[in-house]
């Protein structure tokens, strides 16, 4: 079993519906949370970043951390056709315990149709 | 300010060749680490370095080595390759080794292609 799992889609949606992605985890130790998005052969680029449980919203983007349920989300609302991308969930024990050495999940597609 | 640069964009080589791919951090940054992506999967953890040490190292094999520069430049070598060592391989730099908060920002990877 993976450290992370996250669903690899393709999720479709429509312009301007909201996209919801989520990835579970099985390790207690993980402590920071970040989202990735990442285009078609080009490096991730960093979305969110949270400590702990908890909400962050950032413009059309929220991240939820569920720590009790080893359960993470990113919403996107008002999705644009530029939102079309693979998004990757990401975590790590913290950089004092590992060195910010994160542990990624599988990536999910997102097509965000016009 | 330059983000992380990774050289080069796309490389092919055959099975038992040897290969360094080369990553300069982002400008006031010290460490580097290293990810290798299979297609369709997340990046998976090679190892880090800092102060042009090996600190850290993920479930790589003996033939996945780095090497940190004074300048904290850095490069992966792999030896012997194989068919599966085909993927986009990620160099990710972030500033001060343990700082709280620390973020890392990614390279545009280089592909890697192995026949």
């Known amino acids: 079993q993976k450290e992370v799992e996250q669903d690899p889609g393709p999720l479709s949606v429509p312009e301007g519906a909201i996209v919801s992605l989520n990835c579970t985890y099985s390790?207690?130790?993980?402590?920071?949370f970040m989202w990735y998005r990442q285009y078609s052969r080009k490096g991730p680029e960093l979305l969110m970043y949270?400590?702990?449980?908890g909400n962050k919203e950032d413009g059309r983007f929220t991240a939820q951390v569920d720590k009790s349920s080893k359960y993470i989300s990113l919403f996107i609302r008002d999705s644009q056709p530029s939102d079309s991308a693979t998004y990757l969930c990401?975590?790590?024990?913290?950089?004092?315990?590992?060195?910010?050495?994160?542990?990624f999940g599988g990536g999910t597609r997102v097509l965000v149709k016009p | 300010d330059a983000g992380v640069t990774q050289s080069p964009t796309h490389l092919i080589k055959t099975r038992g060749q040897q290969v360094t791919l080369r990553c300069s951090p982002k400008s006031g940054h010290d460490t580097v680490s290293w990810y290798q992506q299979a297609l369709g999967q997340g990046p998976q953890f090679i190892f880090q370095?800092?102060?042009?040490?090996?600190?850290q190292r993920g479930n790589f094999p003996d033939r996945f080595s780095g090497h940190q520069f004074p300048n904290y430049s850095s490069e992966l070598n792999v030896n012997a390759l194989l068919l599966g060592d085909s993927a986009l391989y990620l160099c990710a730099s972030s500033l001060v080794l343990g700082a709280p908060n620390e973020k890392l920002f990614f390279g545009s990877g280089t592909q890697l292609s192995v026949l």
């Open positions: 990401a975590m790590s024990r913290g950089p004092k315990a590992a060195g910010n050495k994160l542990t």
């Open positions: 949270t400590y702990s449980s």
């Open positions: 370095y800092y102060e042009e040490e090996e600190r």
């Open positions: 390790n207690s130790a993980f402590q920071y």
